[in-house]
């Protein structure tokens, strides 16, 4: 079984799903919740400048997304009591939030998709990194590589909603993926032999797009 997620700006979807080898991946149940990088940010108001008040902040984060996300965990783990197998959950994150981290625990100068795609994790990095993160101040935050002036002040919301998903959901290791709904249709029509040379070409100019 498999929970994957998409951290936005003003939700985040999470999808249960179960893979066998060579079928579909089987979608057990699936939830939105409208909570995003931004829309929390916004709810949770401006960042206080000390360390008590940014800790405070970060808690009733997690805890409106705690809230949020409760009655899908509910529903997960009879999920997951019903159809249980011999392998532990895992967990695969596709979103800003996840890829930024991913960077920052690769020390990267600069974003590289190739690095961070396919990148797996230990969830107890990720947490450092996001606990780390949340108690810096925006000055401070800016001056991350791979962070910057646009990610400086929502990255902290992206934070609390990956560290809840990690307390609902615990797994040891976090998959990281920078492929979306694009790639997926784009890959599925070439796998039908439906795609033809438009297609193909689409594909091309998105790798190309992706490397400037």
Not at 60 to 85: C, G, H, Q, W, Y
Not at 106 to 120: F, N, T, W
Not at 142 to 149: D, F, K, M, S, T
Request: glycine letters at 8%; charged letters at 25%; proline letters at 6%.
């Amino acid at each position: 079984p498999a929970m994957i997620f998409d951290i936005g700006g003003g939700s985040t979807e999470l999808v249960l799903v179960e893979t066998r080898a060579g079928e579909v991946p089987m979608i057990h149940d699936w939830h939105s919740v409208p909570w995003g990088v931004v829309s929390l940010t916004e709810t949770c108001g401006t960042e206080p400048p000390d360390d008590a008040g940014r800790t405070a902040r970060y808690a009733k984060m997690r805890e409106l997304v705690r809230d949020s996300l409760a009655p899908f965990a509910d529903r997960a783990a009879e999920s997951l009591i019903k159809n249980p197998t011999a392998h532990p959950l895992r967990l695969l994150g596709t979103s800003g939030t996840v890829t930024t981290l991913a960077s920052l625990h690769l020390e990267l100068p600069q974003y590289d998709r190739q690095a961070v795609d396919g990148l797996i994790v230990v969830t107890e990095q990720m947490r450092s990194l996001c606990r780390n993160l949340a108690l810096m101040s925006q000055p401070e935050r800016r001056a991350q590589p791979c962070i910057g002036r646009e990610r400086a002040d929502l990255v902290v919301a992206g934070c609390a909603i990956l560290e809840t998903i990690f307390d609902l959901w615990p797994a040891t290791r976090l998959g990281v993926a920078d492929r979306g709904i694009r790639e997926g249709i784009l890959r599925s029509l070439m796998a039908s032999g439906d795609a033809g040379e438009r297609t193909r070409a689409a594909l091309r100019q998105m790798k190309r797009a992706s490397h400037e």
